[in-house]
């Protein structure tokens, strides 16, 4: 069936420090991609998206290009904060099923000292 | 707008016990979603309802668990009877379907069952 894999953390970096959460995915036709993320104490928000072959989403520094030949969707940031730390889930749904099925991974812990 | 509402924030009750979990979505959203977060098997989809419809119930574990929306603005999730691998937190989603693609997370229920 359709997956997401995300690489395990956690992900310890100094501020400024270059952010790269890598993901790859499993899928037949052509899903949509997200990275959602998760605030202590908070449910996942949208961080960004991309719904076709080389789309690059982007949002608050972040971004991620939308990869068919390598599957993968990873998320990088040029320069992290302290205020990015939380959880980052990568998710797809399935191009067959519309919005409803939408599949999360199992989500890496970015944590940035200052 | 509030956002997805949901509650209570904590619930702790003992074994054998009847847990109920309140989500109010977003005003104009039409499809609704409920999640189980654990750290051995990450967010997983329990149920999602269509225009107060469910659609797709077979990511709930077994027959103690039982969701309901009896109208637009308003859902319930239950477990009658609870046990201690029920213990997680329950997010619960909302959308627009067609706008999108972007889900809307409630802060969740932290459920501990002694």
């Known amino acids: 069936g359709d997956s997401v894999t995300q690489m395990e953390g956690p992900v310890t970096l100094s501020e400024e420090a270059f952010l790269t959460i890598n993901c790859t995915y499993t899928?037949?036709?052509?899903?949509?991609l997200f990275w959602y993320v998760q605030y202590p104490g908070e449910g996942l928000q949208l961080l960004l998206k991309?719904?076709?072959?080389?789309d690059k989403g982007s949002n608050k520094g972040f971004e991620a290009t939308y990869r068919k030949e390598t599957t993968s969707f990873h998320l990088e940031k040029g320069s992290v904060q302290v205020s990015d730390s939380a959880v980052y889930f990568c998710?797809?749904?399935?191009?067959?099923?519309?919005?409803?099925?939408?599949?999360f991974g199992t989500g890496t812990r970015l944590l940035v000292s200052p | 707008d509030a956002g997805v509402i949901q509650s209570p924030r904590h619930e702790v009750t003992e074994m054998g016990q009847e847990v109920t979990l309140r989500c109010k979505p977003i005003?104009?959203?039409?499809?609704l979603f409920w999640y189980r977060q654990t750290m051995m098997r990450g967010l997983e989809l329990l149920i999602y309802?269509?225009?107060?419809?469910?659609?797709?119930d077979s990511g709930m574990p077994e027959d103690r668990f039982s969701a309901k929306m009896p109208n637009a603005s308003f859902s319930t999730l239950k477990i009658q009877p609870s046990e201690p691998r029920d213990s997680a937190v329950y997010f619960c989603?909302?959308?627009?379907?067609?706008?999108?693609?972007?889900?809307?997370f409630g802060s969740g229920t932290q459920l501990s069952v002694l």
């Open positions: 989603a909302s959308t627009q379907v067609g706008t999108n693609e972007k889900l809307f």
């Open positions: 899928a037949t036709g052509y899903p949509s």
């Open positions: 991309a719904t076709k072959a080389d």
């Open positions: 998710a797809l749904t399935p191009s067959n099923t519309g919005f409803q099925k939408l599949v």
């Open positions: 005003s104009g959203h039409n499809s």
């Open positions: 309802f269509n225009n107060n419809v469910p659609i797709d």
